[in-house]
């Protein structure tokens, strides 16, 4: 088999290659002046992507991701169709089709959190984007992927994993801490893992979203005096829930409070906020950002196996 990425989740797909024991191609992507993307499969890609099964690693955000993914899907399954009609007339022009196998390892899924109708006319945005990929791919592995029920009743192979325990591992070598937070109720899952993995106590807080900028913690007693805590979310956008869990932590005596996340956006000046509010953040490079200290690839490939077998 063969790993291959174009500009979106480059770093993640290299570091994957070798943990499968495979090859990584990397695919041409540039855009063109006005900022439309382009993509084509090299000349010397096309032996491989026919002759084994391929990996995708492709991510969903910013939106320019999205199309990037679209369309190297479309591009790689044209060459595994043997569609290779081109004006230039360079020959073969068309071969046997190969058949199915071609896989997509989302690193990071942008627009999990449109994943309900609150309002009417609204769109699940998480379910359009795959329903698009499912045309031309024969299954996708999506790292931590927000809540993944909005994906589970797709008639298509999704298999999600989660970056958890390397998370975990980063926290207990570097930060020990004593007691893990999950900041909102939809990270219990993930946090509770952390903290097993570790060994450590474990709370949550109940959040409301008021606006994209600003959340309210329900005040809780925490059992934290003179302890390090660690909040485990899934991601971290602008740094708000981290703040406000970490204001919590600290008046109820905190020693020490970290950060960890598998997604970190890090949107509108997150970084230099979190440097107010917390003594460490600790994040996966499934996007590219300046606090990723854990590699995404390692949970990638054991979806990716299950995915295969
Ligand atoms: C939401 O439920 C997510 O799990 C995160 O808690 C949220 O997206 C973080 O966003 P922000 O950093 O902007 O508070």
Redesign the pocket.
């Known amino acids: 088999m063969v790993v291959v990425s174009g500009s979106s989740g480059r770093d993640v797909a290299e570091a994957l290659a070798p943990l499968l024991g495979m090859q990584y191609v990397e695919l041409v992507t540039r855009r063109f002046p006005d900022s439309e993307g382009y993509v084509r499969v090299p000349e010397e890609a096309i032996d491989v992507i026919r002759s084994e099964p391929v990996i995708l690693v492709s991510n969903t955000y910013p939106d320019s991701g999205i199309l990037q993914t679209i369309l190297l899907l479309e591009a790689i399954g044209d060459i595994r169709k043997g569609d290779l009609e081109n004006l230039k007339g360079i020959e073969p022009q068309s071969m046997p089709d190969v058949g199915p196998g071609v896989y997509l390892a989302i690193p990071y899924y942008g627009y999990s959190?449109q994943d309900k109708r609150f309002s009417k006319g609204e769109v699940i945005s998480a379910k359009v984007i795959a329903e698009l990929f499912a045309r031309s791919c024969d299954g996708m592995a999506i790292l931590d992927l927000?809540a993944p029920a909005v994906l589970e009743d797709m008639d298509f192979p999704v298999k999600f994993v989660s970056a958890m325990p390397e998370v975990a591992e980063r926290l207990a070598n570097v930060v020990k801490p004593d007691f893990i937070l999950s900041?909102?109720k939809?990270?219990i899952s993930r946090a509770t893992e952390v903290a097993n993995l570790i060994g450590c106590e474990f709370s949550y807080l109940e959040?409301t979203?008021i606006d994209?900028?600003t959340?309210e913690h329900t005040p809780k007693d925490l059992d934290v005096n003179g302890k390090v805590v660690a909040i485990v979310?899934?991601?971290?956008?602008?740094?708000?829930?981290?703040?406000?869990a970490s204001d919590a932590l600290r008046r109820q005596g905190a020693k020490e409070v970290h950060a960890a996340c598998t997604h970190g956006?890090f949107?509108g000046g997150?970084i230099s906020r979190l440097a107010n509010h917390v003594d460490g953040v600790h994040s996966t490079d499934s996007l590219p950002n300046p606090r990723a200290v854990v590699s995404a690839a390692p949970a990638l490939a054991r979806g990716l196996k299950e995915l295969l077998e």
């Open positions: 959190r927000h900041p909102d939809g990270a959040k979203r994209a900028h959340i979310d899934d991601m971290i956008s602008t740094g708000g829930t981290i703040c406000r956006l949107t997150a």
